[in-house]
């Protein structure tokens, strides 16, 4: 029986990167004996185009009885106007929430081939830059109550608030992921909050510790996030995995990615208990690359090698791809976002997506 994965290409170059990626699957299935089947839903942006509702009911059916969710990217100018309750990127959130994709990891890692891209003076990176970033994502002020108060007072103006809030049970489960996590990989979490302020941190703080005891081996550190925003550019080697809330961790996740200095190259994971998971690259739909061929097909393509690896169960072949991608890398292809010299052979995502499947 084959894998069921649920494909959500979306807008902007999400539906070519994604294409790129189901190629390079397909090599894959081909090499390990493994057959993945494909059902193509819609969300975002072509989901309201075609139904008027950014996450139509059927997708998030379809999604839940499948094995695996990837996802390109949702978004653009087009949809700009519409309500603030069908807008792309609430689909994003629809789906994040309705499958209770509670645990967002967004690695930022420096590949060895790439390591001048970075904007960070080499000596700060030297030996290279491995961090895992856990992002709360169902939970916080994303979720919490927002309203929008008509204005009483026209010396005040309209009045607008959105509630921070987390429960000890969100707290505890994605303090957990992040334990894990770190007993694989480096043995530390630095937790990240805004606890000299807000009460909702210092329940967050107190709740990381408690579970820290579970991990004796695992080193905790505590951060206020405008210092961690600081010391990600300061010395970002002192980070290994770091657990945060769903708006800190939107934040922090970006400057890590851009540390990196290829967030085209950067994928991402998006898990519920058990196996379930949605995969997505860290980039969103690039309005102003869609249809020119130059999209970077690869954050995809790794977002592919995570669903693989955690949903799927399937880690020699998700070495495959990223053994894949190093090869395509150090035979010297790069595609356009990649700061190449004049020795490297520039690609669009196209040939991107045709060599890495060929190297599979
Ligand atoms: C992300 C994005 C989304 C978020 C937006 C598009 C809703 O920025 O995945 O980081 O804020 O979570
Ligand atoms: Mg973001």
């Known amino acids: 029986m084959g894998y069921r994965i649920t494909v959500l290409a979306g807008d902007g170059i999400g539906p070519e ?83 209770n994709l509670y645990a967002n990891l967004r690695p930022a890692v420096v590949f060895d081939e790439l390591k001048d891209a970075s904007p960070l003076k080499s000596e700060i990176l030297q030996g290279g830059l491995d961090i895992l970033i856990v992002r709360e994502l169902t939970g916080g002020i994303y979720f919490g109550e927002h309203e929008l ?27 957990r992921v992040a334990f894990d996590l770190a ?39 505590n951060l206020y996030v405008d210092n961690a925003a600081m010391q990600l550019v300061r010395a970002p080697k002192q980070f290994d995995v770091i657990v945060t809330s769903n708006i800190f961790g939107d934040i922090l996740s970006d400057e890590a990615s851009q540390i990196t200095g290829s967030i085209g ?17 860290v980039h969103g739909s690039a309005p102003d690359i869609a249809g020119t061929g130059k999209a970077n097909p690869i954050a995809t393509i790794l977002s592919a090698a995570m669903m693989l690896r955690y949903s799927l169960g399937l880690s020699e072949e998700a070495d495959a791809i990223e053994n894949a991608v190093n090869e395509f890398l150090k035979a010297g292809y790069r595609t356009p976002d990649l700061q190449a010299s004049p020795d490297h052979k520039v690609v669009g995502t196209e040939e991107a997506g045709n060599l890495i499947a060929d190297m599979i």
């Open 17 to 99: 990167v994604v294409n790129e990626t189901l190629k390079v699957l397909d090599k894959v299935g081909k090499k390990f004996g493994r057959e993945f089947e494909y059902d193509h839903c819609l969300i975002g942006g072509a989901a309201i185009d075609a139904t008027g509702e950014c996450l139509p009911k059927e997708t998030v059916e379809k999604a839940l009885a499948s094995d695996a969710v990837l996802l390109g990217a949702v978004g653009g100018p087009k949809w700009d106007s519409q309500p603030a309750a069908n807008r792309p990127e609430k689909a994003l959130l629809g789906i994040r929430k309705a499958l």
């Open 149 to 175: 108060k008509p204005e009483t007072d026209p010396e005040i103006g309209e009045v607008a608030y959105d509630v921070e809030e987390y429960s000890q049970m969100e707290i505890r489960r994605i303090a």
């Open 183 to 221: 007993m694989k990989r480096g043995k530390k979490v630095t937790s990240v909050d805004k606890a000299n302020v807000l009460e909702s941190s210092r329940l967050w703080r107190r709740t990381v510790a408690e579970v820290a005891k579970d991990y004796p081996e695992v080193e905790l550190d």
């Open 265 to 281: 190259m950067l994928p991402s994971a998006s898990l519920t208990e058990g196996s379930f998971g949605m995969y997505e690259p």
